[in-house]
């Protein structure tokens, strides 16, 4: 089987497979070397040849700033959109094309192929993410392509490729320190022989925070990641191939933060203060992985690629849930609150320190527990007639998940500043439920190129079963059975894209594709349906590159779904139907080397993003982020204009750069004109600047200052409050390599 034969089978977008490969060598002295992640691309010049807008971050591009929040690291990608949070990252809120943003719920992620989500089908939302520090190289893909990754089809897919195992014995050890006591290591150690290889990977991470509580109190953070790999090959003279990889990972996380953000005369005082009333807000996770992988050679024209996985995640959130009106014995959300200080007063002085009745704060504990598991194989098949030649894949996923809510709350007042406990909550006594979801997802695509025509059709099925147990929370106890609500969804996915080589430098390129997200578990919502389109060209020749997509995606049915972080006083879960709803928009990007090929590269990158997204019905939802909605009004957390720029100067041992990045106002309620005050994020320009230098072969000392002119701007107003960018951080590290 030729090397050109293997590479355009093995990395030809086998997302559902999560195994890549490359021929190494054919030397006996050094065994076949496989990598043990999945690319979308073979190489990022595959690129070029999608079917649909695609972007390749390899690691050379990762390294150049060395981030280690991915939300700057995809502000370089045109039609991604980002809203932060806890300025660092570790929660983070990412979305495609106008998907919807809240904890990357509307989009596909994947490690290695595999879906990553603690519960991608049965509760999406996610409050676990891989740790960027140890991401070998990042993969985004839109358009009809996102066919293969699934369920989640509307706006694209997000794949993470891990440290793969090194070809010979190495080893990286990356320390740096920095901003408010931020202090990072990450450090790996592999090798490949003849028939086995394997790595161990660790990375710790830890932060006091940039923001401040009133009265003192921890603010900070810390992380630890652990990973190890384990492969076996078979022997050189074997009548057919075969690799066994073993992954294993581990990650916890012990975080001091909060829902609860700030007023806007707070905000506009100090906007890294945080109320008294956090001081107790904490969420505490672990996540343990499993994964193991086959790929065998069935003949010189097939291959079988399997892999068996399992995630299991707990999380408890405690935190400030709502405060107490005297008046009416109910509560009231801490985002009313802060809207309207004025008219709950009473309330906002408890949150801010002032002595309050016992019982007049209310924190939940949200502690929920996860998992995921399934096995999921892809067929490639390379046939050829003629001038023509097909790559056929065959995708198959047998997928199952669930989310158990045990949550309960805790009552406290406020007293001289501290929160003292009054009521101590039983377990299962606030939300006592489980979610339940069966898959099972076939996709078959076809990739036929003829002349200077590549054509990509493809159609994906979902079956989904979802279950939705409710207990009794009169006792906390699971055994009285208040409901259980069974549902189907099923679903073909169509797509088709294609690939024109006008030149050898320029390409034309369309696709159009449904998309597809499937509801929650007893969510009484239709799916979300759209039919999505792109069209648009690449140019490279020599040192210049260029891009540019329009596209639009035409909601049938646009769905909302309420979760803590989207704020408000919805329940749950809920979720509601926008019906109609159109985002169209342009994507543009560019780079160049000024260097000429020269001593001293000096490159240079542009992306721009351009999106109109709007209702086209009118209707009234419980929704906060849409409420009352008249045809035409505008999304909300979605930005007007985005835009990204950054230049170089390299040399043999040394670099620099600066990055600036345009944040667009984005609203945080739907609506249409200017933005009310209250309700919008605000535009900012961020700067990062970054320096390297190599002093040996094994050493590198970098530094980096993130937000170089101190910009002060408003990121968010979920899920409760103004909440703060990150402030000017400094951070210098030494990388030894061995």
């Known amino acids: 089987m030729s090397n050109k034969l293997r590479i355009a089978i093995s990395l030809a977008l086998l997302s559902s497979s999560g195994l890549g490969w490359a021929q190494a060598t054919t030397s006996p002295e050094l065994a076949l070397v496989r990598l043990d992640s999945v690319n979308v691309f073979g190489k990022a010049e595959d690129v070029d ?107 694209g897919a997000l794949n993470l490729i891990s440290t793969p ?66 492969r076996w090959v078979s022997a050189p003279d074997a009548t057919r191939y075969q690799q066994l990889d073993f992954k294993i990972g581990r990650n916890t996380q012990d975080s001091n933060e909060t829902y609860l953000g700030l007023t806007d005369a707070d905000f506009a005082l100090d906007p890294n203060r945080r109320y008294a009333a956090s001081r107790l807000d904490n969420i505490q996770t672990e996540h343990n992985l499993y994964e193991l992988r086959h790929l065998i050679e069935l003949s010189d024209n097939a291959e079988l690629t399997t892999v068996a996985y399992r995630t299991e995640f707990s999380r408890n959130w405690y935190k400030l849930n709502d405060v107490l009106n005297p008046v009416s014995g109910s509560f009231v959300g801490i985002s009313t609150i802060l809207d309207d200080p004025a008219t709950y007063a009473t309330q906002y002085g408890w949150l801010t320190g002032g002595n309050s009745p016992d019982n007049a704060l209310r924190l939940r504990n949200n502690n929920r527990r996860y998992y995921t598991q399934g096995v999921q194989s892809v067929l490639g098949l390379s046939l050829a007639s003629g001038a023509t030649t097909h790559e056929v894949e065959v995708g198959l996923r047998l997928h199952r998940d669930q989310e158990d809510r045990y949550q309960d709350d805790d009552r406290y007042r406020m007293q001289d500043g501290l929160l003292v406990l009054t009521r101590d909550g039983a377990p299962g006594t606030q939300d006592n439920r489980v979610g339940d979801a069966d898959a099972l997802s076939l ?65 034309l390129f369309a696709s159009v594709h449904r998309g597809f997200n499937p ?74 080397d000024f260097g000429n090929g020269g001593a001293i590269a000096i490159p240079a990158s542009l992306s721009y993003t351009y999106t109109r997204a709007e ?49 667009d106002e984005m609203r945080s309620e739907a609506g249409s004109g200017a933005i009310p005050t209250g309700q919008g994020t605000d535009s900012a320009v961020v700067w990062d600047l970054t320096a390297a230098l190599r002093v040996h072969d094994q050493v590198e000392f970098y530094a980096r200052l993130e937000n170089l002119t101190d910009e002060t701007y408003i990121v968010a107003r979920r899920p409760a409050g103004a909440r703060p960018g990150q402030p000017r951080s400094a951070f210098a590290g030494v990388r030894l390599s061995f």
Request: charged share 20%; proline share 4%; net charge negative.
């Open 49 to 155: 040849k999608a079917s649909g807008s695609a972007h390749y971050l390899d690691q050379e591009t990762l390294a150049k700033f060395n981030y280690r929040d991915i939300h700057r690291v995809l502000r370089q990608v045109p039609g991604v959109y980002l809203v932060e949070e806890d300025g660092y990252g570790l929660r983070p809120n990412i979305g495609i094309r106008g998907s919807g943003t809240d904890r990357n719920s509307r989009i596909t992620v994947m490690e290695d192929g595999v879906l990553i989500s603690p519960a991608p089908y049965a509760a999406p939302a996610a409050y676990y993410f891989p740790t960027m520090s140890r991401i070998h190289a990042v993969e985004i893909r839109k358009g009809s392509a996102s066919v293969q990754a699934g369920p989640r089809t509307t706006g």
């Open 165 to 230: 195992i090194p070809a010979s014995a190495s080893a990286q050890v990356d320390l740096s320190a920095g901003t408010d006591g931020t202090l990072l290591t990450h450090a790996w150690a592999g090798a490949t022989g003849e028939r086995f290889g394997g790595m161990v990977e660790g990375v710790r991470q830890q932060s006091d925070g940039f923001k401040r509580i009133d009265g003192g109190g921890d603010a900070g953070f810390s992380l630890n990641d652990f990973v190890g790999k384990l």
């Open 443 to 507: 996709y078959v695509q076809d990739t036929i190129s003829f002349g200077q025509w590549i054509l990509t059709p493809g159609v994906r099925y979902e079956r989904i079963d979802l279950t939705s147990t409710r207990y009794s929370t009169a006792t906390g106890r699971r055994d009285v059975v208040q409901s259980v609500v069974d549902s189907e969804v099923s679903e073909v996915i169509p797509g088709f894209g294609a690939t024109y080589l006008l030149n050898d430098d320029v390409t």
């Open 519 to 592: 509801p929650g578990p007893a969510s009484g919502s239709e799916s979300e349906k759209s039919v999505n389109g792109e069209f648009g060209l690449r140019y490279g020749r020599e040192a210049l590159g260029a891009e540019l997509v329009g596209f639009v995606n035409d909601y049938s049915n646009l769905v909302g779904t309420c979760t803590g972080s989207t704020g408000g006083n919805c329940n749950i879960g809920d979720q509601f139907d926008a019906g109609e709803a159109r985002v169209s928009g342009l994507e543009a990007s560019a780079s160049y």
């Open 615 to 663: 209702f086209r019905e009118n209707f009234s939802s419980s929704f906060e982020e849409w409420g009352n909605v008249t045809a035409g009004d505008r999304l909300p957390y979605l930005p007007e204009h985005l835009l990204h720029a950054e230049i170089g100067v390299v040399g043999e041992r040394w670099r620099l750069g600066l990055a600036a990045n345009y944040l």
